[in-house]
């Protein structure tokens, strides 16, 4: 299956066919889903079919013909309700409103893959951009990584840039001082020699070195070298101290470079859909009770900090599992099957429920869907109605 993608833009290119579109019934979320997966069995047999390239972005969703030239339909972000597939038959679909329509119906647009894992990841490429949408219009849901708690001592000449001579004059106290200053503590000579090596070169009195510079009249502006610090010990001081900037800087980089963005391997996309990447555990928990019948997320357990958790929108609520991991072997608590990773784990349960309340589901709500656009272009002229795309809604 080919592939194009584009970092730059944020778009991923994959090839499927196109089997056809199909009007959705109006109703609560279960019963849609339901219906919604009733009908693609019914069509799994289908021999209407063509090739078409789908290109995701967290924009939305442009389908074009083989060549990848001709725009055949598009639709936004805000406007694609549910991405879901049967991976058994090697299918995806995705809900959306058609532009077009006076009304808000919905549309299902049902599109088969080479084979399973293809349309697994398709549904995948359009969950992740459902969640980035999401993250774009409520910042304020992503989650903390890059931040780090600022040190909270009190700033000093010395992280400032300024020359170690000029801290030795602001404060004596944080140097050593080897017995050469009143009442301090007299080390032996074993210990004075650790202290300074020939290569560092010789110390002297800070008394002295102040008379003489007195004397001399050299000390003028009350800058003078530190007695402690050789040219050697300076530079190697200087070099401690710019360490932790260039440190922060790399960090920095390192927390651009680790923004959410559609992965490009599988198991690095449905990762990053199991887990809500980038989005705060609260506000991920709290969306996963309005998803589909099934939904969950995968996050550290909130009383075992050393389990992981799987989170399903259970038809009684949200119900907590925790994750089980001895000798490599993945295992839901209260559940008896061992599993060698936790996408086995997920596979298994999703095709089987066993001893869950309901199978998990692999399709997934787009939070970001905008009713209200939808209402408030319904009542306006069929001119008025241009969306971001060239809206074709049909092939």
Known sequence: MGETAGREHGIVTRS????????????????????????????????????????????????????????????????????????????FAFVSHNPGNSDAQLYCHLFRARHARAAQFLNLLLCRCFQ?????KHPEEAQGECSEEKPTRTPSL???????????????????TQGLLPGA??????????????????????????????????????AYR?????????????????????????????????????????EALAQAVWCWAGVSSDCSSSLLEDDVL??????PHPKKPNRGSLIVRFP??????AIKNSKGKFRLEKCHNDFESLAALIEHYTEFSEELEC???????????????IINKSSRSPQDKKGPFKNHSWI
């Open 16 to 91: 499927a066919e196109y089997i056809g579109s199909f009007p959705v019934d109006d109703s609560c979320l279960d019963d849609q889903i339901q219906q919604l997966h009733t009908q693609l069995k019914s069509l799994k047999n289908c021999k209407s079919k063509r090739t078409v390239s789908l290109r995701f972005s967290v924009k939305g969703v442009k389908v074009y013909d083989e060549d990848e030239k001709t725009l055949l339909m598009a639709h936004a972000m805000c406007r694609v309700s549910l991405s879901t597939a049967r991976p058994s038959d090697a299918q």
């Open 132 to 136: 980035l949408y999401f993250l774009e």
């Open 158 to 176: 010395l992280n400032q840039g300024f020359p170690l001579s000029v801290s030795a004059l602001v404060s004596f106290r944080r140097a050593p």
């Open 185 to 222: 503590k007299v080390f032996s000579q074993s210990s004075t020699e650790q202290v300074s090596s020939p290569e560092d070169g010789p110390t002297s009195s800070p008394t002295i070195v102040r008379k003489k510079a007195i004397r001399t009249k050299e000390l003028r502006s009350g």
């Open 226 to 266: 530190s007695f402690t610090c050789t040219p050697l010990k300076q530079r190697h001081l200087q070099d401690k101290l710019s360490a932790p900037q260039e440190k922060g800087q790399a960090s920095a980089n390192a927390c651009k470079s680790r923004a959410p963005s559609l992965a490009e391997t599988e």
């Open 294 to 299: 099934g939904a969950f997320l995968l996050c």
């Open 316 to 321: 009684s609520g949200l119900v907590t599992h």
């Open 359 to 373: 199978s998990l589901s692999c399709a997934r709500v787009n939070h970001s869907y905008d009713w209200e656009e």
